[in-house]
């Protein structure tokens, strides 16, 4: 690789790092950390080939001292190539977060003013933020918002059902979120002249919502004030009658803190099955007669199919359906069942096409008999972060 100034991509998660590498708007190299069996394990993707990273980090917070030295050893990347621009992907509820800016000491205090309002998301972005001003010093880090898609959406999609003046004091609103997921898939298909005026996207993955898209622009998305709003997800309860909630605090004794744990991490598709949050490990469950693993699926789908028709009322129709994201993408059987109760909607597909194994840089239609396209489309955040990020340091300094 020639003498480079490279952009990294942090997207930090409360179990895993995700990073990547671009030059000049092209993904040189993805380096991931995760827990596994109670360990941090690494491994850098570049050109087709892994290359494991051995660390002895107890926390995700340090992983971060790893990157240039793996990329070094591994010659993934030379000596003289240079990490000029950082960005990273922050989740927060606040208007003052719906926009891309400038990590400063004052963007700092701001987020973690909200530290309380959705700990498990904030937590792990201002870690990462410290962590990456110690490793990288003196290189800009762009926070890349990921509701800032969703700014467009009318005032009637924004509001709860309380008082507007406490809504204006608190920031009590429904912020939306997967906005650089879907971004990504709306800029493809405006690229490829395959962009619909009412497009609904279904972002499926361990965190799941769909998105009302008109003419571009969002209209409605199912996550509100937090991402726990909406779809039941992989751990997290979705939408949930606050007073069920209460009672869930009260009979665990948990506290404020411990509700929201126990929502995010110990419900959705783990927490009815009682088993697994993993899609595949259900169906197999499901298929050996598991009533629990059986239930789970059902709900999901049901909620899935719930949304979709919400975004259709958002929309006052529907001309195109896109799956992404990790279970979109790759569950045909999951595909099947959403569809299976939508041609009411003309939403119909062949279940052969959608059988087949799609490549990440492969767009497929499964629709059949259909003026209404039903695609899967790979997601991908990482080069919305990134030129997102390279785009706010033009601007910057023009």
């Not at 939306?176 to 298909?189: A, F, I, N, P, Q």
């Not at 003419?215 to 979705?238: H, K, Q």
Request: glycine share 8%; charged share 20%; with cysteine.
């Amino acid at each position: 690789m020639a003498s480079e100034s490279l952009t990294l991509v942090v997207n930090p998660g409360s179990a895993s790092r995700k990073y990547a590498i671009f030059a000049n708007g092209y993904k040189w190299a993805n380096i991931n950390f995760e827990f596994v069996d109670n360990k941090i394990t690494g491994k850098i993707e570049h050109a087709g080939q892994q290359h494991p990273i051995i660390c002895d980090d107890v926390n995700l917070g340090t992983v971060s001292y790893h990157i240039m030295p793996s990329l070094l050893e591994h010659n993934v990347i030379s000596d003289t190539d240079k990490i000029t621009t950082i960005g990273i992907r922050i989740v927060a509820p606040s208007r003052r977060f719906m926009q891309d800016q400038l990590i400063t000491d004052e963007v700092e205090i701001a987020l973690d003013a909200l530290h309380e309002e959705t700990p498990l998301h904030i937590r792990a972005a201002l870690l990462e933020i410290r962590q990456l001003k110690t490793c990288f010093s003196g290189v800009p880090i762009i926070a890349i918002s990921d509701s800032a898609f969703h700014a467009s959406k009318p005032a009637r999609a924004w509001h709860y059902g309380v008082d507007v003046a406490l809504v204006e004091k608190f920031g009590i609103e429904r912020y939306g979120y997967h906005g650089l997921s879907v971004g990504s898939v709306v800029r493809y298909l405006t690229e490829h002249e395959m962009l619909l005026p009412n497009t609904i996207v279904c972002h499926l993955g361990s965190g799941s919502s769909v998105t009302a898209v008109g003419n571009g622009e969002s209209v409605d998305n199912t996550m509100g004030y937090s991402p726990l709003e909406g779809l039941m997800m992989a751990t997290r309860s979705g939408s949930i009658d606050i007073s069920a909630a209460l009672v869930i605090r009260r009979e665990l004794h948990l506290t404020d803190d411990g509700l929201e744990q126990y929502l995010d991490k110990k419900s959705g598709l783990l927490g009815v099955s009682g088993s697994s949050d993993d899609i595949r490990q259900l169906l197999a469950s499901e298929e050996k007669g598991d009533e629990r693993a059986k239930l789970a699926l059902d709900i999901f789908v049901y909620r899935v199919q719930q949304a979709i028709g919400q975004m259709v009322a958002s929309l006052g129709g529907v001309d195109c359906l896109v799956f992404t994201a990790t279970i979109g993408e790759r569950s045909s059987i999951i595909r099947s069942r959403v569809l299976n109760r939508l041609g009411y909607l003309g939403l119909t597909y062949d279940p052969e096409i959608n059988k087949q194994t799609f490549e990440p840089s492969e767009v497929a239609n499964l629709a059949v008999d259909s003026n209404k396209p039903v695609l899967v489309i790979s997601t991908d955040e990482a080069a919305e972060i990134a030129r997102r990020t390279e785009q706010y340091m033009q601007n910057y300094t023009a």
